[in-house]
Structure formats: structure tokens, C-alpha cells
């Protein structure tokens, strides 16, 4: 059992401010099955990966579903279009399914510790908050990430996506939380290489703040490996995952 002296979770009664841009939060060891290589492409389903993980072990997650809740359900009438046939022929999620994602990251999350769930203004106006119901996980703040151009056809003038950023319990930011200055709004134009490629300076950013060198950061849906790009840049540790191997993976 970990306590809570060892994950560096005693409040310091010393200051009175709830951030500081130290980090004090300790991650136990990192002891992985032979099955489970680093930094590398897996080529496994997420929810097997997360099986094989300890409760309370991973600082940082990365879970970016693959749904199509926003066609099945807006019903614009662009379904049928070359460019979506690719998004299409993805592997989709359930709602079940992504729960079942999140319940899971909320299980090896340590005390404190983040996920960060990108989604479409769809999700983010409707009903996403069934995706974490039930677990230790609650929303702390979010990141509109703006592409920088148009996508997704007019009807929708998709240009923004969106990382809310969620907490296990305890939630805290000081000693956990180490910068101060990544906007809310965050233009990042990038080369898309996967139907759903995610900006990789912010996501490194992101890493920054939560972890400490060294530390790991998981993805166990992980489409082109934007989130292992963004570790290497950072000093980080990847372990992720896809069910497929995409062609078009971020170098
Ligand atoms: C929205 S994309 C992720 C894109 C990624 N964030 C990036 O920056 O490239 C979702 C990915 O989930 C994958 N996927 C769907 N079902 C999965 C499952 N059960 N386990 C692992 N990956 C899955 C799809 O193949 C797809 O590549």
C-alpha cells in the first residue's frame, strides 16, 4: 500500500497559496510486465493495456476516443464523403467502452494525478460527464485547442478541439501542478498525418506541468503517437497504445 507520504501528498501548512511551481508529488517506482515495452508502438486494445497496470502508478493520461457521436447524432449529411469514410473505418468506441477507459485510468491514476480527454464541442456541450460518473476523477479546468483552419466542412466550422483536464482525488495544484503560463486557448497548427493527430507542443506542455523527468505518461488509445512525440521532447517515459497500426504515425 502506498501512503500518501510516499506519493508526497501532505498538504504543506507552511504557505497559504494553493500553487507553487515545484513539484513534490512522487510517483512509486516504475515496475513494468516484459509485454508492456516503453516508448514504443503497441499494437494492443487499450482496455488490455490498462489491465496490466497497478492501481496508483501513472502521474499523466492521455485518452483520446474514437466516437462518432457527433455524425450519428447531428445527422448533417456529410457522412458519406471520401474524407470521412477514413475516420470511419477507424475502430469506434461505445459510450460503455470509453467509460470502461476512463474508469481504468482512473484506477492506475496516482492520488492527484491527470487525464487529459480531448473531445469535440459535440461532447463538450453534451453529455460527457456520463464518461467519468461514478469514478475519482472530476474536471479541473480545460484547454480549447485551436487548429488553426477549418475543418470537418461548414456546417459544423469545426475549428477548435477540445482537452478537458480532469483530476483523481485529492484535487490539488500546488506541488502537483507546475506552470502557470499555458493559455486556456492554444493555436498550434500541425501536419496531420492520422485523421485525429493532436497538437504535440501542447500536449508536451501539459506533460511539463503534471510530471517530473522521467516520469510516465500513458495513452492507450494512441492513433499516431502524438503523446509518445510529445514525452521524448519532454524527458518522459511513453507506454500507449492502438488496436490498429496506423500508416501515418507522428515522427
Ligand atoms: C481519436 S484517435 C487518437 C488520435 C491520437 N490522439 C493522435 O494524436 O493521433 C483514436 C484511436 O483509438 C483507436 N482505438 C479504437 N478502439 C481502440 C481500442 N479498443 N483500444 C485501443 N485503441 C483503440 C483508433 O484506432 C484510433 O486510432
Not at 469506434?92 to 492527484?112: D, H, N, W
Not at 459544423?156 to 499555458?182: D, L, S
Amino acid at each position: 500500500m502506498v501512503t500518501q507520504a510516499q506519493l508526497g501528498l501532505e498538504l504543506d501548512h507552511k504557505t497559504n497559496g494553493v500553487f507553487s511551481n515545484v513539484r513534490t508529488l512522487q510517483c512509486p517506482p516504475l515496475i513494468l510486465p516484459s509485454a508492456l515495452p516503453l516508448n514504443q508502438r503497441i499494437k494492443m486494445d487499450g482496455l488490455e493495456l490498462l489491465g496490466m497496470l497497478d492501481d496508483n502508478s501513472v502521474p499523466a493520461a492521455f485518452f483520446d476516443p474514437q466516437f462518432r457521436g457527433v455524425y450519428d447524432k447531428m445527422k448533417y449529411g456529410n457522412e458519406d464523403t471520401s474524407r470521412n469514410h477514413v475516420r470511419v473505418k477507424l475502430p469506434q468506441m461505445s459510450e460503455e467502452q470509453i467509460a470502461k477507459f476512463t474508469s481504468e485510468i482512473g484506477r492506475v491514476l496516482i492520488p492527484s494525478g491527470h487525464l487529459f480527454l480531448w473531445m469535440d464541442k459535440f461532447h463538450l456541450c453534451t453529455d460527457f460527464r456520463n464518461w467519468i460518473k461514478g469514478t475519482n476523477l472530476s474536471v479541473v479546468d480545460m484547454v480549447t485547442w485551436d487548429k488553426g483552419r477549418m475543418g470537418l466542412g461548414y456546417r459544423t466550422r469545426h475549428q477548435t478541439e477540445f482537452c478537458v483536464i480532469i483530476q483523481k482525488e485529492p484535487r490539488r495544484a500546488k506541488g502537483v501542478w507546475t506552470i502557470r503560463n499555458i493559455p486556456d486557448v492554444w493555436r498550434e497548427k500541425i501536419k496531420k498525418t492520422h485523421p485525429h493527430n493532436k497538437p504535440v507542443r501542447l500536449q508536451g506542455e501539459l506533460i511539463a506541468a503534471t510530471t517530473s523527468p522521467g516520469d510516465l505518461v500513458i495513452d492507450p488509445a494512441a492513433g499516431s503517437f502524438s503523446v509518445m512525440h510529445a514525452c521524448r521532447e519532454q524527458g518522459r517515459n511513453f507506454l500507449g497504445c492502438d488496436v490498429e497500426a496506423h500508416d501515418g504515425a507522428t515522427e
